[in-house]
């Protein structure tokens, strides 16, 4: 009796086996290109076209009408590398005045004691970009949403400007013994994590992203955990809720660990 050819249709391996191929790549499509982009908790599509479209990196173009809006608000600010980086000495003391209500919590000098972000040396446009934030209700807080909903855009101009003039302070943890972890230097390319250093100054510093050096370790883990959880959500792009939900438990306590032993 002889033996059918290794790829002929009347060979019954060979049809098991493409028939098998052909099941893993449609069910590899079906979860790559509609169930993964339906299953993200932000990302709004109108139908399954749009997940594939969404998945394959192409935008569709689609009337104004058509477009699918969040149910939340979102940043409406826009970042540039060259934003607030020239501030004149009047802005500075304006700030300085402005600056006296926000004392009890970011410190009389922009360091805190009470776990709340030290502002001293941050970014300018940092600074007035979580103000406008606070201000629109893209990010929520029952302290700073009240505090920035009577502010002038002067005076978040003049708040973030009066921060970056003074100069940054160890914190009281300082311990540069303390080695990088592998998320801040390297990331995790697997996982599609980007170094936290290429954002947040270490390695490069991405227009909008604050400075971490030095921040309470408390409130650098209730961020990531709020990013994670979607309850904080004025990062633009989800560019930090992407990352944050990839990120272990202990990933994030060697973060915050870190950057508060920073100077």
Not at 17 to 43: E, N, R, Y
Not at 98 to 124: T, Y
Not at 223 to 232: D, H, I, K, P
Request: aromatic share 6%; proline share 7%.
């Amino acid at each position: 009796m002889s033996e059918q050819p290794l790829f002929s249709v009347r060979n019954p391996w060979f049809n098991a086996s493409v028939g098998v191929t052909a099941v893993i790549a449609v069910l590899a499509a079906l979860a790559g290109l509609i169930w993964l982009p339906l299953a993200q908790p932000d990302l709004k599509l109108s139908g399954i076209w749009d997940a594939i479209c969404s998945a394959a990196g192409v935008p569709r173009a689609s009337s104004q009408a058509d477009s699918i809006q969040p149910d939340f608000k979102t940043s409406n600010v826009v970042m540039t590398s060259e934003m607030l980086t020239r501030h004149d000495q009047v802005s500075i003391g304006r700030g300085a005045t402005l600056a006296q209500r926000c004392a009890i919590c970011h410190g009389p000098q922009g360091v805190s004691d009470a776990n709340s972000p030290n502002l001293a040396g941050q970014f300018a446009a940092v600074t007035w970009k979580e103000l406008n934030d606070f201000k629109t209700g893209a990010r929520v807080n029952v302290v700073m949403s009240p505090f920035a909903a009577n502010l002038s855009n002067q005076d978040m101009l003049d708040i973030a400007a009066y921060y970056a003039y003074l100069p940054r302070v160890p914190s009281n943890k300082l311990d540069p013994a303390i080695a990088a972890p592998p998320i801040v230097t390297t990331g995790a390319p697997m996982r599609n994590i980007a170094p936290c250093g290429s954002c947040h100054g270490d390695i490069d510093n991405k227009a909008g992203s604050p400075w971490l050096g030095g921040q309470s370790a408390v409130y650098i883990k209730a961020q990531l955990q709020a990013f994670a959880a979607g309850t904080r959500r004025n990062d633009i792009s989800q560019q930090m809720r992407n990352i944050a939900r990839q990120m272990t438990a202990e990933e994030i306590d060697q973060v915050a660990r870190y950057y508060e032993a920073q100077p």
